[in-house]
């Protein structure tokens, strides 16, 4: 085996850190012009129906089902970064011929659809092969007590990227034309990849023992891999975590504006203002845990599961609020509230991201093979089925609850209260993913004292 320095601690520095977080800014911004200003673009200037961009977008996510595969990929073959590079040229060039399609929509519009379909396609491969990877990376390579705050960065960095890439695009983009349109995209993806192609070089190497045995061992196939994977019960039981926990998040999306206009009266500009509110609650959730549990770490406030687990709550309980808002109407503090939904958003989803990092490798020395992108890929595949469903729900729920209430108000709360039952749900999964592992474990014929066994339990803070 030959060994490559390793970093002060074993794992990455913050640099590294930072420069892994780069890549997914890079990433953020390619899928921000896809999804949002060509989305804008076919409803508004094409005038086209919001169904066809909303089935493309649809398409990206449903494509991220390929994540455990693209997982399994780096895994036999023990480096992430060709995926990453790999996955990041296909979303470029996807991200090109978005524009490219659009385009084209305004003078042949079958032709411009065939050649979306295949765009979004690529896009969402794309994002599934570097996204996936680049956590199995983050994961391998970053020290256990610094994985909350990579998180963190590396999260803040991808909604970096959306902020500055939607700023810039949109001045650039202005007057509009669709010429103009494919030479801002094709710049962006331009840009985009080659920051992630410098930002990754010898980053792996830096950290990473070579075993010139490893490809002579037997590799098992992805079908297997997944099944063992599956077979965890740990691994199961936060596969449904993160599905319940990020449909609860994602529901209110598309409903919390309209309701701001119709309990509050918020005019246009107002209720969009909401959007940077939540969000900003968002980022200050995701900063604060992330620094408290990595300058805690081995206490409770060092505990993943803890930011989980309080996380859930605060954003239950903040959609209660906005429950009780709809009854009480204007006199409540509608702002205070959002920004504390954001708040609770933030802190659960950076130390789920985070838990996805400590337990890719398996908990309680669960895991028999090395399977860590499985692992990311199928949390990663959950997450975006989820996202996806939780929107389409949170609308469609939404428009049921009008027509048998017959109030916009009690249609908008009905859906809040569910979501909030959601968290709570998802706060009881995450408070039982430990007892879950050690369970399982207590059934198996296990050593105790087996060093490796005990080292992975202390590790894994969750």
Known sequence: MKHIQLDNDGGLSWLGIVRLGLVQAALGAIVVLTT?????????????????????????????????????????GGRATPWIIGGMGVLAVGGVLSAVSTALMATHFLGGLALAIVAF???????SAAGTSLLVLVAKRVAP??????????????????VVTA???????????????????SWVSFI????????????????VFINHN????????????????????AARHFTIFVFVSMFAYNAQDLILEPFAGSVFKFSVGESTGLSGLQHGGVLTGMIAAGAIATLAWGRLLGSLKFWMVS??????????????????????PFKANVFLLGLGNGTFSIAAVASMMSMASGINGESREASEGVRMGLWGASQAIAFGLGS?????????????????????????????????????????????????????VVNPNDSLVSSLTRKVSI
Not at 147 to 157: F, N, Q, T
Not at 173 to 182: A, E, G, K, S
Not at 192 to 207: G, N, P, Q, T
Not at 313 to 326: D, P, Q, T
Request: proline letters at 5%; aromatic letters at 8%; a positive charge.
């Open 214 to 233: 490893a490809k002579s061992a037997s590799k098992p196939s992805f079908k297997l891999a997944l099944a063992e994977v599956w077979a965890e019960p």
């Open 167 to 185: 700023t810039l695009a949109g001045k650039f983009l202005d007057p509009f034309t669709p010429t103009r349109l494919v030479i801002v995209t």
């Open 145 to 162: 007590n610094r994985k909350p705050a990579a998180a963190s960065i590396v999260w803040i960095l991808m909604i970096s990227g959306f």
């Open 392 to 444: 389409f729900f949170g609308a469609a729920m939404s428009d049921a609850a009008k027509l048998l209430l017959g109030s916009p108000v009690a249609a908008y709360s009905s859906v809040f209260a569910i979501e909030a039952a959601l968290f709570l749900v998802a706060a009881w999964l995450a408070y039982h993913i430990r007892q879950v592992a050690t369970a399982h474990q207590s059934k198996t």
């Open 36 to 76: 949002s200003t060509i989305n804008r673009v076919m409803v508004v200037e094409l005038a086209l129906p919001a169904m066809i961009p909303g089935a493309l977008v649809a398409l990206h996510h449903a494509l991220q089902l390929l994540r455990p595969r693209m997982g399994h990929g780096a895994d036999i």
């Open 311 to 332: 996380g859930c709550v605060a954003s239950a309980l903040a959609l209660l609020g906005l429950v009780v808002a709809g009854s009480v109407g204007p006199t409540w």
């Open 121 to 127: 396609a690529m896009i969402g491969a794309g994002v």
């Open 192 to 207: 985009a990849f080659f920051l992630a192609v410098i930002a990754l070089w010898r980053v792996e190497s830096k950290a």
